[in-house]
T-cell receptor, first 110, second 113 residues
Framework: SQTIHQWPATLVQPVGSPLSLECTVE??????LYWYRQAAGRGLQLLFY??????ISSEVPQNLSASRPQDRQFILSSKKLLLSDSGFYLC?????????FGEGSWLTVV | QQQVKQSPQSLIVQKGGISIINCAYE??????FPWYQQFPGKGPALLIA?????SEKKEGRFTISFNKSAKQFSLHIMDSQPGDSATYFC????????????FGKGTTLSVSS
């Protein structure tokens, strides 16, 4: 069966520091991969999605970037975090339409 | 045209009652409509989904009703239980590889005992 792993689960970072969140999927090949952000008490905002290695689509202009160095690995990064980057970040994968989410990473920028 | 509008934002239901959450969409190309359930601190999990070739789908106490002409779909939770207290998201997408789901803003359901 397929599983998705996302880490770290929580982190507190100072303003201006870099960020790296990593996500891997097991048990499938060539999945669509996504990064979503959920601000406290709010909906799910699609940040990036990828249909293959090195293929990244950005949905909103922002302080973040994404990379897909391997088929089942998706990384969310920032060179300099802003206070507004705080939130709950969710990695997800899909074989076609249905999206399966990871457990999420809580980021607090202080 | 890409939006999915969800209501209400929050909902309080007595134990044993019926919870109803509604969603509306504009893009007639959408043909896949899932609902997700999210507990605090966890990622959303797929609850139930429907395609527009049927008007209703039922799984246990959860039912999706779909009205293609009105471009609306709803989630009904029968015999609501305190364990159903969570945030529910509707979503929509086209049945096309690489197309991302468009989510509603969510409904926070509280079932009082």
């Amino acid at each position: 069966s397929q599983t998705i792993h996302q880490w770290p689960a929580t982190l507190v970072q100072p303003v201006g520091s870099p960020l790296s969140l990593e996500c891997t999927v097991e048990g499938t090949s060539n999945p669509n991969l996504y990064w979503y952000r959920q601000a406290a008490g709010r909906g799910l905002q699609l940040l990036f999605y990828s249909v293959g290695i090195g293929q990244i689509s950005s949905e909103v202009p922002q302080n973040l970037s994404a990379s897909r160095p391997q088929d089942r690995q998706f990384i969310l990064s920032s060179k300099k975090l802003l206070l507004s980057d705080s939130g709950f970040y969710l990695c997800a994968w899909s074989p076609r339409n249905t999206i399966y989410f990871g457990e999420g990473s809580w980021l607090t920028v202080v | 045209q890409q939006q999915v509008k969800q209501s209400p934002q929050s909902l309080i239901v007595q134990k044993g009652g019926i919870s109803i959450i509604n969603c509306a969409y504009e893009n007639t190309a959408f043909d896949y409509f899932p609902w997700y359930q999210q507990f605090p601190g966890k990622g959303p999990a797929l609850l139930i989904a429907i395609r527009p070739d049927v008007s209703e789908k039922k799984e246990g106490r959860f039912t999706i009703s779909f009205n293609k002409s009105a471009k609306q779909f709803s989630l009904h939770i029968m015999d609501s239980q305190p364990g159903d207290s969570a945030t529910y998201f509707c979503a929509a997408s086209r049945n096309q590889a690489g197309t991302a789901l468009i989510f509603g803003k969510g409904t926070t359901l509280s079932v009082s005992s």
